[in-house]
């Protein structure tokens, strides 16, 4: 079992920047690609971000190219989300997932374990 806690969401207005956080623990972090995915209301939850287990490898979803970057600190069982100008469409909870898999995936079905998630509301 992984068990994952994300912190760092909150209300912040257009433009602004924010940094999710997500500690691991249970099992070795190092082995899991980390993923961040987002659930607005009344939409499905949608992939936003992904690193690989060592940190070498990432892919975004287009919406966020430029803007998010996506980190890891296998030292500290932490995956990051850098979040920079901030858009009103941003808003949704933000989940962070881990995966054992080898290869990168962007389906939430591939992710084995997640956490409760983080709101983040971006007002305009």
């Known amino acids: 079992q992984v068990q994952l806690v994300e912190s760092g969401g909150g209300l912040v207005q257009a433009g602004d920047s924010l940094r999710l956080s997500c500690v691991a623990s249970g099992q070795t972090f190092s082995r899991f690609n980390m993923g961040w995915f987002r659930q607005a209301p009344g939409k499905e939850r949608e992939f936003v971000a992904v690193?690989?287990?060592?940190?070498?490898?990432?892919r975004y979803t287009d919406s966020v190219k430029g803007r998010f970057t996506i980190a890891r600190d296998n030292a500290k069982n932490t995956v990051y989300l850098q979040m920079n100008g901030l858009k009103p469409e941003d808003t949704a909870v933000y989940y962070c997932?881990?995966?054992?898999?080898?290869?990168?995936?962007?389906?939430?079905?591939?992710?084995?374990?997640w956490g409760q998630g983080t709101q983040v509301t971006v007002s305009s």
């Open positions: 997932a881990a995966d054992r898999s080898r290869l990168l995936f962007v389906t939430k079905d591939h992710y084995d374990y």
């Open positions: 690193i690989g287990w060592s940190g070498g490898s990432t």
